[in-house]
């Protein structure tokens, strides 16, 4: 028998050649497949570990399957925390599993006296690190201070291919079986980062997953923002448990993870950017909160960065259906960013912009026209025509008329602002769409139904080829055109355009989203008013 052998090279001259002597080797590199048959040692299941738990320790005082869950059910793991329930001094489960949140796994988890194998939990994972490469090991090092859910090769990229190998052989990492997660266990990842504290490397661990998470999220442009979503959404799994760990950095020891931590909260404030295009103000909100209070206690509450967090915050509340909530915010951003940046910045005046638009989309337009106008007119005397902040404010400025009860000067100014979309930018930027799309709804307010039929027709079918379907664009477009169906009496048509709309906005953004609701209020009342008739 050989025993946590590591090199198949070694060994190979001392195995028999012939005869019926059995041989017995156990390792955890998986290169020893080529010598012999591999008989893969699993971890136990729930149902094996609790059994063992009882077998060594006696009664259960009810804690055996979490404390088996937080050992991620590895045998050596459960004999060492076994012979230290046993005692003396006896201990609990709870007590045990306190003490392994806050002791090193390599004091908590050593060798006890008398157990057959001769090394503790951290020591065997730290010797198996030890015999990998820089490469492999720098990896290992990110993998475990990014999310316990899994990395997706997407985000690691074919680079990382030769370093996940070597992991893999050396049982350091496991995969999913469709070959596209890499998944590191609880306990090494514990020991890793252990070990990382102490010699003060945690810190750059962090900074590295920072920076692979930061080239995904700001890669995405804004018309790949939805065919990207699943891969955002694991980057905000990622970076919620990167901030986790900077948050578990004690005080005194913060500034070695300062820039790590800046690092984190800007991968942060690009993800919650991206769920705010997409109208998924749910999913913003929390995101935003996050970033807002890492970057007061970072860089302070009237530091830019800081009060870009807090614009993005308030953005997010307006797309969760929190409008004067999203005022308020915009109104503090609006004075602080006046007193650091000067009232003629652009971030001043698109936060002034934001103030309005919160109030018209809270339903209270009248009061926001006169204020848009003023915006919009000091935004034409300090920037130039074709400034992003200023075509903002003139989408907003138009739409606010329309909700306002002028839809006639709305639809003059969508004109107007389309014609300059036009001479700006590509025929297929998706803004100009959205502006097309807006303008149709207007023509609907103004009793102008047909023709809003026909932009809108339009309208969905260009965001349909260029965003999918399913973009969040393409459905607001296609709900629109559902009211202008029921505008012009085509009630059949309209019932069929809400049916999809809402199945397709439950499907794509969940059933609590604003607009999911919106869909289905108006759905469950144009069935009303057809069985009416």
């Not at 995405?220 to 760990?245: C, G, N, Y």
């Not at 909100?285 to 302070?300: I, N, Q």
């Not at 100014?413 to 769409?433: C, M, S, V």
């Amino acid at each position: 028998m050989f025993d946590n052998a590591t090199d198949p090279d070694l060994l190979a001259p001392l195995l028999p050649s012939h005869g019926r002597a059995r041989v017995l080797i156990t390792t955890n590199d998986h290169s020893f497949e080529r010598l012999a048959t591999m008989v893969a040692v699993e971890q136990f299941t729930e149902t094996e570990a609790v059994k063992y738990l009882r077998t060594r320790v006696g009664a259960d005082d009810g804690g055996f399957r979490a404390l088996a869950e937080e050992l991620d059910r590895l045998p050596l793991a459960l004999g060492i925390a076994a012979a230290a329930l046993v005692g003396p001094p006896r201990l609990s489960c709870e007590s045990y599993l306190g003490r392994l949140h806050a002791t090193p796994i390599e004091v908590l988890l050593a060798r006890p006296r008398g157990e057959p194998y001769p090394t503790g939990v951290a020591q065997a994972i730290m010797l198996s690190v030890g015999q990998t490469g820089p490469e492999a090991a720098r990896l290992l090092g990110e993998l475990s201070v990014l999310s316990t859910s899994g990395v997706g090769f997407e985000l690691l990229g074919p680079q990382a291919e030769p370093a996940l190998a070597e992991l893999g052989a050396r049982s350091l990492v496991t995969f999913s079986r469709s070959d596209t997660t890499a998944f590191v266990h609880r306990l090494v990842r514990r020991a890793v980062r252990d070990q990382a504290g102490r010699d003060r490397s945690l810190a750059e661990l962090i900074e590295t997953a920072g920076q692979r998470l930061c080239v995904a999220v700001e890669d995405v442009s804004d018309q790949d923002t939805w065919r990207k979503f699943p891969m955002i959404m694991a980057v905000a799994e990622h970076a919620a448990a990167l901030w986790e760990a900077v948050e578990q950095v004690p005080e005194d020891e913060f500034a070695h993870v300062r820039a790590a931590a800046e690092l984190v909260l800007r991968v942060r404030h690009v993800v919650a950017s991206h769920l705010v295009y997409l109208n998924d103000g749910l999913r913003a909100v929390p995101v935003a909160e996050a970033v807002v209070k890492g970057r007061e206690r970072l860089l302070g509450a009237e530091h830019p960065d800081t009060l870009a967090a807090l614009h993005t915050l308030a953005h997010a509340f307006e797309y969760a259906g929190q409008e004067m909530k999203a005022a308020a915010r915009y109104q503090r951003v609006a004075a602080d960013r006046s007193r650091v940046l000067g009232d003629d910045h652009p971030d001043t005046l698109w936060s002034r912009a934001s103030v309005a638009f919160a109030y018209t989309m809270g339903g209270r337009a009248p009061e926001a026209v006169p204020m848009i106008e003023q915006v919009v007119a000091d935004q034409e005397r300090a920037l130039e025509p074709g400034h992003p902040t200023l075509l903002a404010a003139r989408y907003f400025q138009a739409y606010t008329n329309v909700e306002g009860g002028r839809p006639e000067r709305g639809i003059e100014l969508f004109q107007r602002l389309i014609a300059d979309h036009e001479r700006l930018f590509d025929h297929n930027y998706p803004d100009t769409w959205v502006v097309k799309g807006q303008l149709a709804r207007a023509y609907r307010a103004a009793d102008r139904a047909d023709e809003a039929v026909q932009l809108y027709e339009h309208v969905a079918g260009q965001q349909t080829r260029l965003l999918g379907a399913d973009h969040p664009d393409t459905l607001i477009t296609r709900h629109g055109l559902a009211t202008a169906y029921e505008a012009v009496g085509r009630s059949a048509d309209a019932l069929a355009e809400y049916e999809w709309v809402v199945s397709r906005f439950e499907a794509v953004m969940g059933p609590e989203q604003t607009l999911t609701r919106n869909a289905r209020d108006d759905l469950e009342r144009a069935r009303r008013s057809h069985r009416l008739r």
